[in-house]
Structure formats: structure tokens, C-alpha cells
């Protein structure tokens, strides 16, 4: 068992920046670099998304284009850590965030598939952008 759990959401406004983190609690027997780590999200209405992914070694990221330039996924694998900082954020990046992992080296084709096949989940953080 893998235990998510996301912080670091909140309100700005259009324009300003958040830090997402997700703390992992792993219970498998495997160590944390053992998995592949995302961001997804998911608006009211609409479908969930992927954000971003990172390789098991944090050697290798994925961006959705929608966020290219503007976010950055990043892991500290010695305190079972993901993190999401968005800069530039806009009223679309409004959403519920979520973090998974999935344990492979590399989970990139998640991202057009709104996490289908990640295995674990956080309850998620809401993040509200204010035009």
C-alpha cells in the first residue's frame, strides 16, 4: 500500500504562484524511487487531466502542454517527496490536484490518459485562481 498525501493548496490570483507537495507513506516493501509520480487535475465539469510526471530517479519529467513553461515537477526521493510549483497560474488552473504513483521507471503515458493506470491516489488539494 502506497499512502498520498497532497498539501500546498489554496487561493491566488491570476498571475501569482502555489507550491504544491505530496508526501508518500509506503507500506509495500518497495522504496519510494521505485515509482513513477504525477500530478493530475480536475476542474468541476470536466474530466481529470495530467499535469505532469517524473520519472522513479527524477531523471526525466512530462509536461501537459498546457503548462509547459509554467509549472515544474520535481521529487526528493530521500524524503519520499513530490512537489508542483506553478508560476504564471491562470483561471484554468483551477482544479482539484492530485498526486500518484505508479511503480515503473516511467509513467509519461498517463498524462494523455488523465492518470488511467497510476495505482495510488491522494485525496487531493484544491487550488482556486481568481481573475
Known amino acids: 500500500q502506497v499512502q498520498l498525501v497532497e498539501s500546498g493548496g489554496g487561493s491566488v490570483q491570476a498571475g501569482g504562484s502555489l507550491r504544491l507537495s505530496c508526501a508518500a507513506s509506503?507500506?509495500?516493501?518497495?522504496?519510494?524511487?521505485?515509482?513513477?509520480m504525477g500530478w493530475f487535475r480536475q476542474a468541476p465539469g470536466k474530466e481529470r487531466e495530467g499535469v505532469a510526471v517524473?520519472?522513479?530517479?527524477?531523471?526525466?519529467?512530462f509536461y501537459a502542454d498546457s503548462v509547459k513553461g509554467r509549472f515544474t515537477i520535481s521529487r526528493d526521493n530521500a524524503k519520499n517527496s513530490l512537489y508542483l510549483q506553478m508560476n504564471s497560474l491562470e483561471a484554468e488552473d483551477t482544479a482539484m490536484y492530485y498526486c500518484?504513483?505508479?511503480?515503473?521507471?516511467?509513467?509519461?503515458?498517463?498524462?494523455?490518459?488523465?492518470?488511467?493506470?497510476?495505482?495510488?491516489w491522494g485525496k487531493g488539494t484544491l487550488v482556486t485562481i481568481s481573475s
Open positions: 500518484a504513483a505508479r511503480r515503473s521507471v516511467f509513467c509519461n503515458w498517463s498524462l494523455s490518459r488523465g492518470g488511467a493506470g497510476m495505482d495510488y
Open positions: 509506503i507500506y509495500t516493501g518497495y522504496t519510494y524511487s521505485s515509482y513513477c
Open positions: 517524473i520519472s522513479s530517479g527524477g531523471g526525466s519529467t
